[in-house]
């Protein structure tokens, strides 16, 4: 603050700096927040000096700075690999768990699934629907030939017609409508199956082309008997497919074991590695060897939403949070996923194409870089190789793992059509029993149809002496049809098993209608049969191959079931033989 100054006192004036001026005489605004200073250097403002150099030390290390070192960025990647194809398999279903396995080539294009799940089931093949089609295809095939002369002859040798076979129409009504429009207009593919299984039929010997008729009726027959060397696999006592894959031969072949199989599509989970076992077939030295391919391609650096930044000054996306993943120890994906994800920023994509049906194994990977320096690079899998968790990978049961990744040869989006037959394995507790519950079965058409639309068996009915105040003694109550007993047996000293049992009926047992619990004698073992149950479906399958051409078979299909059921199952019942007055 100025005071005035006392005539003996002198005044001293200093000059302000021309910086001080400016400020002093502008007029206040607001400015922008920056990193300068009033000196004019702004190097102190970015320099982000911290207060605590062992901050920054410790955030090296976290980041993995520490680790860096003076080296070249990378520019290409070579690969070299090699593919082992599938070779040979061996079903390994009900009989084949002794003795050596029925080892059979591998068809060229073939799937997985029409190899493996196929299962003739022949009460479909042989309803009307299916003797209707087959004959039509033998007909328009040699039609399309120029055999019109042995078309007519089959029509008139094997014409379709109602064998008397059904007498309940009520059940399957199909059956009746489609002979009513077929019977005697198309040939029954039954019939004309079982005459050239037999051997040369008149209707065939006698054409004008015998032997082009024949071609014709031979490629009919591998038509309508399904996939060659196709079938086995499936095991009724284990509710499961089992079987054997080879890939490659000689030295270099690998042996799979696939057990458990049931839901339809085969993945690397499914597959044992048998570490040591050889497979010597006689046409092995047909086979080419598995040589190696080495491709060259440049390095791609890999990005993805919420990657860490590989800037200082860089924020990450705030949309995609990756440590806010919320997991369990047990949560084994979702903590392997956000571990890659906080990882680091310097992954590279080296796209491999990996040969489907085989075996696709790497047999080296260098990286060139901008220096010229040619870098082996070692797997990762080879440190930790026996020991943790473990993905894509087939182990031995020793846990020796296969080197190289399995892609198995399944069906791509394969069409299912209605299940042709259906039983529902479960237990009844209020009955202290196990059964086998029918639910589909194909009828008389070739569809298939409800059991549960038969009528139930009805209880006695009293004698004519029986006086209606009294009550009527029932040693065991009925129970629907399709209801078939598994009865407690004992399998070995220490094991107990459920072995397929029978009702009576009028003295009579009453037999399964369908194909999957046709096997006589036939025992499961108990831990097969959960207190959840198990549903086994028979569903047809049409899919494509690689070269386009269709693959159709009929194949298992495994479910967890609905829990326990009630059969009503009772015995010493007593039940009032009049109604209320």
């Known amino acids: 603050m100025a005071r005035a100054a006392k ?15 400016a400020i002093a005489t502008s007029a206040p605004a607001l400015t922008r927040l920056e990193p300068q200073s009033v000196s004019g250097d702004p190097a102190p403002g970015v320099e982000a000096v911290v207060a605590d150099p062992l901050w920054m030390l410790g955030r090296q290390w976290q980041i993995g700075e520490l680790l860096g070192r003076d080296a070249g960025s990378p520019v290409s990647v070579s690969v070299s690999r090699r593919a082992l194809p599938i070779t040979a398999w061996a079903p390994r279903g009900d009989g084949e768990d002794e003795g050596s396995p029925d080892w059979r080539p591998w068809p060229e294009g073939a799937l997985l699934d029409e190899l493996v799940e196929h299962v003739p089931h022949e009460p479909s093949e042989r309803g009307v ?13 040699l039609r399309e030939g120029g055999h019109d002369d042995v078309a007519d002859a089959l029509l008139a040798a094997h014409p379709l017609e109602d064998d008397g076979s059904g007498t309940d129409g009520r059940l399957d009504p199909a059956a009746q409508r489609l002979l009513l429009a077929l019977a005697g207009a198309t040939p029954d593919g039954g019939a004309a199956r079982e005459a050239l299984e037999a051997g040369e039929p008149p209707w065939l010997a006698g054409a004008s082309d015998a032997e082009g008729a024949g071609a014709v009726a031979a490629a009919w027959l591998r038509w309508a008997a399904g996939p060659e060397d196709a079938g086995g696999a499936w095991t009724t006592t284990r509710l499961e497919h089992r079987f054997l894959l080879r890939f490659g031969h000689g030295g270099d072949a690998a042996v799979l074991r696939a057990t458990a199989f049931g839901h339809g599509a085969a993945r690397w989970g499914d597959f044992e590695w048998l570490e040591g076992a050889a497979v010597k077939l006689d046409d092995d030295g047909d086979l ?3 040589s190696p391919v080495t491709d060259t391609m440049l390095a791609t650096p890999l990005r993805y939403l919420g990657m860490p930044a590989d800037r200082y000054w860089q924020l990450e996306d705030g949309a995609v949070d990756v440590a806010a993943i919320e997991a369990q120890p047990h949560d084994l994906a979702r903590l392997c996923l956000a571990e890659f994800a906080l990882g680091g920023d310097d992954w590279l994509v080296v796209p491999v194409d990996g040969r489907r049906g085989a075996v696709n194994q790497i047999e080296s990977v260098s990286v060139t870089t901008t220096f010229g320096e040619r870098l082996e690079i070692g797997e990762a899998a080879d440190e930790r190789r026996g020991a943790g968790f473990r993905m894509y990978e087939v182990t031995s049961a020793s846990g020796a793992s296969l080197s190289g990744v399995v892609l198995p040869p399944v069906a791509q989006t394969p069409l299912l059509g209605e299940p042709v037959e259906e039983v529902a394995f479960l237990r009844d507790e209020t009955a202290n ?8 079965v194909p ?4 569809d298939p149809r409800q059991r549960s639309a038969e009528p139930r068996p009805q209880p006695p009915a009293p004698g004519p002496d029986h006086d209606p105040e009294d009550l009527l003694y029932e040693l065991l109550t009925p129970t629907p049809r399709n209801w078939i007993p598994l009865v407690p047996v004992r399998l070995a000293p220490a094991t107990i098993g459920l072995r397929k049992g029978a009702l009576l009926e009028d003295g009579e047992p009453v037999l399964p209608l369908g194909l999957l619990l ?8 108990a831990e097969e049969i959960p207190r959840e149950g198990v549903t086994v479906r028979a569903v047809p399958v049409l899919a494509r191959r690689a070269d386009g051409s269709y693959a159709r078979w009929t194949g298992h299909r495994v479910a967890t079931g609905r829990g326990e059921g009630s059969s009503g199952l009772a015995s010493d019942e007593t039940r009032p033989t009049h109604g209320p007055a």
């Open 7 to 21: 005539p003996t006192e002198m005044i001293a004036v200093t000059e302000l700096p021309a910086a001080l001026q």
């Open 129 to 141: 629907r299916r003797r209707a089609e087959s004959g039509a295809q033998l007909a328009e095939m």
């Open 288 to 290: 080419p060897a598995a």
């Open 433 to 440: 029993m196990a059964w086998a519950v029918e639910r589909v």
């Open 443 to 446: 009828g008389r058409s070739g």
């Open 518 to 525: 046709e096997p006589t004698p036939l025992d499961f073992p």
